[in-house]
């Protein structure tokens, strides 16, 4: 197993301090992601080196749009996700324990060295939220690096700010999914708080990261033209008007399987308040 970083001895257990949940895992127990776990007073992360999905996959569907577009990249993820969103489309892997799910078995070299072989320029740590398995994503995305190969984000951005500032060297473009403008819409329907996502996205764009930020419009929960209007607005006074900005349309999934998907009217309706609002670019998905 391998020793997790971030993380702090209580005596009878140990604090995460990866993402801002900070959970006090006791002897044998895991935290809220079932990717971290605690033994003789250590924590360990499961998941590192066992990837539950590998695909190659176009950059575009990530997705970014303005970041070498009409290449593919090599898509790797481990299970675990730090949120629990009602409507998540990749639940079966991101709401698991590493033992629940198929994986293979590779170490960061046979990842680099696949990406390689397949003549892939780029890999992305996407699907789940790769922070939650931070210390297999460093340590691929620092020898993909040494290899030229770029290294791709698609997260949640909820982490705290030590390691995410440890890996943004080596992170090339990221796309920032915001769930909501709206803190009590995180904790009832994500299981996470609305600041450090705003926070990382912002530190992020500070230290030149290809950003793309994508909102996904759920049915009747956060497509009112208020909601979208607060993001926009959000996004243009934080001087980030030139980041490419993604509405994604919600199909039913996981736990929100009677809820209808949202109507196009709605996606457009987003679309141009971002326009008028002074967003530069705007991209419709799912649709
Ligand atoms: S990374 Fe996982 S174990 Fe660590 S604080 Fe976040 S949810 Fe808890
Ligand atoms: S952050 Fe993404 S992977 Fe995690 S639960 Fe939400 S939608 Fe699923």
């Known amino acids: 197993m391998t020793e997790a970083r971030f993380y702090k001895a209580t005596g009878d257990g140990v604090r995460c301090l990866l993402c801002p949940h900070h959970c006090l895992i006791k002897e044998g127990k895991r935290g809220i992601c079932r990717s971290r776990e605690c033994h003789d007073g250590k924590l360990y992360a499961l998941s590192y080196g066992k ?8 950059v575009e569907k990530k997705p970014l749009n303005r970041f070498m577009p009409g290449t593919y990249c090599l898509s790797l993820s481990c299970t675990g996700c730090n949120l629990s969103c009602r409507w998540c489309q990749n639940s079966d892997i991101s709401q698991a324990a590493p033992e629940d799910s198929d994986h293979t078995t590779l170490s960061p070299e046979e990842v680099v060295a696949a990406c390689i072989k397949n003549g892939l320029p780029s890999i992305a740590y996407t699907y789940t939220e790769p922070f939650t398995w931070w210390e297999y994503m460093f340590d691929i995305a620092v020898q993909a690096h040494e290899k030229g190969l770029k290294n791709i984000l698609v997260s949640a951005g909820y982490v705290e700010k ?10 090339d473009a990221a796309n920032i999914d915001i769930k909501a403008m709206d803190d009590s819409f995180y904790r009832e329907y994500c299981g996470a708080t609305l600041s450090p996502v705003l926070e990382n996205i912002l530190a992020m764009k500070e230290a030149g990261v290809h950003l793309e930020i994508t909102n996904l419009l759920v049915t009747g929960l956060n497509d009112s033209a208020e909601q979208v209007g607060k993001l926009c607005e959000w996004m243009v006074s934080n001087g980030l008007q030139d980041l490419p900005l993604h509405f994604s349309r919600f199909f039913p999934r996981y736990k929100m399987t009677e809820t209808t998907p949202t109507p196009k009217a709605s996606l ?7 326009l008028s609002s002074g967003i530069k670019t705007v991209y419709l998905g799912n649709i």
């Open 51 to 58: 990837p539950c999905a590998l695909a190659i996959d176009p």
């Open 162 to 171: 030590e390691p995410l500032n440890e890996i943004l060297p080596f992170i």
């Open 268 to 274: 457009v309706m987003a679309r141009d308040i971002a």
